[in-house]
């Protein structure tokens, strides 16, 4: 009995010095798990969070390369953690500068959304993604000011698709069609609205008569 107390006060004293003990330093936040739980790895000159979603881009097959973090950085544009997106799911018309967020759920988006709808519609795949233009260091439509979220590398404007046959769908000749091409288009810039913060197109305003544009900048709007 007595050696049980014993044993109790000892365990007392350790928790009340524990109590007592100057609080550790904390530790660096830890980046989001990875979702195929992978070690992180961290990227030349990317802090955790930075590099998880590196990470995280590159488990998805995307092809990329990193973009200095000094090179943008003119008139009030800024590119942070931006990659060159090579190949995205899809053979691209070009690469796209992008931040890394913006090219993950672009990615998340095709896999998602873009792709299986277009073997359903189609009854092919989806080959290649025409866009206009990713990170562009420019001023938003009817507002000479603000930057645009391109200005921050958070923005895609997407003027078509080709199939795997090499047929083209494009924003400007199929928007309005009755056809599968048509239905498609619309079907698919309705989506984009639960992946990006602003979507626009033909029924937004003449100003994307041609082309989508789908951003994850800070404001919403759907206008598909
Ligand atoms: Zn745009």
Redo the contacts with the bound molecule.
Sequence with gaps: MAARLGIIAALGVMLLVAACAPRQQQPVPQAPPLPHGGALMIWPNRDPIQSACLNDLQATGAQFELIAQAEAGKNGCTLQNGVKLIRSSLNLNRPVELTCPMALRLVQFEQEVLLPEAQKTFGQPLAQLNHA?GFTCKTMTGNGKRI???GHGR???IWGFTLDDGGRISVADHFRSRGREGTYLREMNRAACRYFSVV?GPNADSA?AK?F?W?IGQWKRCGA
């Design positions: 233009g645009s979220e391109h923005a895609i404007d626009l994307h082309h544009h951003d």
